[in-house]
């Protein structure tokens, strides 16, 4: 079966009612695992007690540890701003453990994938890092999740090379589309992605209008689901999570689109990245709906 490598930031987000683990490759990874997907996390951690800490929760999860190297810096933190919860905005701290991470050695299966953002990019150490392991991998997912100031264009631009899975919000394909003088029209922005990067499959995420799936067979779109906002935190990545799953599982696209949506919007009901949901309780959420 195949493995998830989930590349970049592991950190605490640091919200008013307390500090949460998370940081989105960790997210990935956390929900890939519980859905049964085995999962591992390539990062770096400050030797410290929140560093210590992320290792315990991880190691709880079931979540690969064995690329995530201790050094000087401290482990990275992110104050969370949820006083709009459906626009939440973020503090990041800098520098962090997590701008240093070496490519690990890893003995690469056929099928694996590599999920990363644009984030961990902001320091060359870990930039050079992330590349060395894209030419390894078998499939390559790249989350966007642009975080300002730290977006840099000729970074992401050279990151979306090559990359089969692309996953952006509304905000992130505008952008792309200034950049790239796309259609606004997502379905059509695909065909132009997918010769001058060659990308394979498209998601976009639209809040509370669910998702959409656009390849070369077409474009499929999500349900949508009822729900009282706590803070949409962590939505996407378990979103993301549960896609990977179902392409990794070659499962019945709009089943896992579906299902997807479903679990992204129930970690958006509840406060922070990483509450634990079961297949079975999100079997029962999405059968209710």
């Known amino acids: ?15 008013p009612s307390g500090a949460k683990p998370g940081g989105a490759p960790m997210n990935v990874a956390i929900h890939a695992q519980n859905l049964g997907l085995d999962s591992e996390v390539i990062s770096a951690i400050g030797d410290d007690e929140l560093g210590t800490k992320l290792l315990d929760l991880l190691a709880e ?29 973020y503090t990041i701290e800098a520098p ?3 701008d240093f991470i070496d490519a690990p050695v890893i003995e690469w299966q056929p099928g694996d994938l590599l999920l990363h953002g644009s984030l961990a990019a902001r320091n060359q ?3 050079e890092a992330l590349k060395k392991l894209r030419g390894q991998a078998s499939v390559r997912v790249f989350d966007l999740n ?24 509304e905000e992130e394909y505008a952008l792309l589309a200034e950049w790239l003088e796309l259609p606004a029209e997502a379905s059509e922005g695909f065909e132009k992605l997918s010769a001058q990067f ?24 999500s ?15 378990s979103f993301l999570a549960a896609m990977i799953f179902g392409i990794s599982h070659q499962l019945d696209p709009q089943l896992t689109l579906d299902y997807a949506a479903g679990l992204g919007a129930m970690v958006a009901s509840e406060e922070g990245a990483n509450p634990s949901i079961s297949k079975s309780d999100l079997k029962a959420f999405v059968e209710a709906q």
């Not at 264009?153 to 050279?158: C, F, H």
């Not at 349900?223 to 706590?230: E, H, N, S």
Request: glycine residues 10%; charged residues 20%; hydrophobic residues 35%.
């Open 1 to 15: 079966m195949p493995k998830l490598y989930c590349f970049g930031e592991i950190l605490w987000d640091l919200f």
């Open 61 to 89: 999860r079931g979540v690969g540890t064995t690329a995530v190297l201790r050094q000087e810096h401290p482990t990275g933190t992110v104050t969370v701003d949820t006083t709009n919860p459906t626009e939440v905005k």
């Open 96 to 98: 962090s453990a997590w």
């Open 125 to 127: 150490q870990s930039y």
């Open 146 to 169: 642009l975080r300002a100031p730290f977006v840099d264009r000729n970074k992401i631009e050279a990151l979306l090379l090559g990359t089969e899975i692309v996953k952006v919000n």
């Open 198 to 221: 060659g990308t394979q499959d498209l998601i976009l995420t639209r809040g509370s209008r669910g998702a959409q799936w656009i390849n070369s067979s077409g474009t499929k779109v």
């Open 223 to 237: 349900r949508t689901y009822a729900i009282t906002v706590k803070d949409t935190v962590g939505a996407g990545d």
